[in-house]
């Protein structure tokens, strides 16, 4: 392979293998794992920071078997719950002692993840198992991955590209000259023929030698 080919190729090899890394961790999971006391009249609450497309899974369990709710609150939903004006949720897991989850965050925004009593049990306080995995998408490292391939895929077009065909030069063919005879100068020889009378050179068109007048 020639050695700009080679070049090229390894290039192409050395970016797309750089590409191959940023999609692998485009995606990251974090797991955390927490146990609480939910008091009587109270709520529990975590806050996370969350980007579009990022996922929020896991399960939860009351060690007594009581129920409890589980929801995901936008900062403005968990503003008004504050304020007492209004209670709505993105997403619920409600009146169970244990259940599972699995929420994708619609927008970048401060989520609060909200524990309260189950229905009835508002007197007594309740412990609760939270465990929960948040997975991340990085979109700078899609980006960049993207970005990787496109000059992995020119490096290729390049190392692979077909070769133009080598011009051959021809030597310009070679006319022989016939000599002309310059007007009132010496005729060249090629031109005469001897007098058959008396033996001087004539051109060849005369008619009559100029050196005798003989006829030739």
Do not use: W
């Not at 700009?4 to 990251?28: D, P």
């Not at 401060?110 to 995995?133: D, K, P, W």
């Amino acid at each position: 392979m020639e050695p700009n080919r080679l070049r090229f190729l390894i290039s192409a090899l050395f970016v797309l293998s750089l590409a191959g890394y940023n999609f692998l961790t485009y995606t990251s999971t974090a797991s955390e794992q927490s146990t609480f006391n939910l008091q009587p009249g109270l709520t529990y609450n975590l806050v996370t920071t969350r980007v579009s497309s990022d996922v929020i899974s896991g399960q939860f369990q009351e060690n007594s078997g009581n129920p409890v709710s589980f929801y995901v609150l936008s900062s403005a939903q968990f503003a008004a719950f504050q304020a007492k004006t209004s209670f709505n949720y993105l997403y619920g897991v409600v009146n169970v002692a244990s259940g599972s989850f699995s929420y994708t965050f619609p927008v970048q925004d401060t989520y609060e993840i909200v524990f309260r009593h189950g229905t009835g049990l508002v007197n007594s306080t309740e412990t609760v198992n939270f465990q929960r995995s948040y997975q991340t998408h990085v979109s700078s490292r899609l980006q960049l991955g993207l970005v990787f391939l496109v000059f992995g895929a020119v490096s290729l077009v390049l190392a692979f590209r077909p070769e133009k065909p080598k011009t051959i030069a021809t030597p310009p063919t070679s006319i022989p000259q016939t000599p002309v005879p310059l007007v009132g100068g010496p005729t060249p020889a090629s031109f005469l023929e001897p007098c058959p009378k008396c033996g001087a050179e004539n051109p060849i068109a005369a008619e009559y030698c100029r050196t005798c007048g003989a006829k030739t």
